[in-house]
């Protein structure tokens, strides 16, 4: 079983520039979460999407966007960066039956270095 | 509204009982998760429990939940040094996880 991979692993980007980051879910799971965990913080959940759409947000800008794909994987993507967004960027997949969420898996994250 | 608080550090004995606790707000929760970070790591799923249960046991892991207190704990039996990560207490509530901001468990030989 493959678990959730995301790429890269490290980048460094300055202000006002734009960044993608990439994630591949759990085989077998069709939702994917995303969060931003600042140091020393827990994770803030950024958005999750099912089925290719937008299924939740949280608290960011709509700087903050993002794709899912037919194979279930994901892009998140940050325009005009800040400084404050430096960040470790967590994805999270899990397997939503109509009964509601599972447990989320999650990969070892992207992290995002702004200067 | 929602929040979850931990305590920031936990320091025990290595082969002594670690107990991690956590308070959530908000009652709807379905599920109250414990997740494990170690340095420059994502996070680890250690263990879940579902809203309508007490206690769940798993291996060296016991889980106990008071939801009359909004009040969920962590227990690791016999504490290694591969157990010094942060931990962290999540709830989901819809489709998203709140988290807390994490304990430090710092093991001492």
């Known amino acids: 079983e493959t678990g959730v991979t995301q790429s890269p692993t490290h980048l460094i980007k300055t202000r006002g520039q734009q960044v993608t980051l990439r994630c591949s879910s759990q085989s077998g799971h069709n939702t994917v979460s995303w969060y931003q965990q600042a140091l020393g913080q827990g994770p803030q959940f950024i958005f999750q999407y099912y089925r290719e759409e937008e299924n939740g947000r949280g608290n960011f800008p709509p700087r903050f966007s993002g794709l899912q794909f037919p194979n279930y994987s994901s892009e998140l993507n940050v325009n005009a960066l800040e400084l404050d967004d430096s960040a470790l960027y967590l994805c999270?997949?899990?397997?939503?039956?109509?009964?509601?969420?599972?447990?989320?898996?999650f990969g070892d994250g992207t992290r995002l270095s702004i200067l | 509204g929602e929040d979850v608080e931990q305590s920031l550090f936990l320091s025990v004995r290595e082969g002594d009982s670690s107990v991690i606790n956590c308070t959530y707000t908000d009652s709807s929760s379905t599920y109250l998760y414990w997740y494990k970070q170690e340095p420059g790591a994502g996070l680890q799923l250690l263990t879940y429990i579902f809203s309508n249960m007490d206690m769940k046991q798993d291996q060296r892991l016991t889980v106990l939940l008071n939801k009359k207190d909004k009040h969920l704990s962590l227990r690791i039996a016999d504490t290694q040094t591969g157990d010094s990560a942060i931990y962290f207490c999540?709830?989901?509530?819809?489709?998203?996880?709140?988290w807390g901001a994490g304990t430090k468990l710092i093991i001492k030989p």
């Open positions: 999540a709830e989901s509530i819809n489709y998203q996880l709140i």
């Open positions: 999270a997949s899990s397997f939503t039956p109509p009964e509601g969420n599972q447990p989320q898996h």
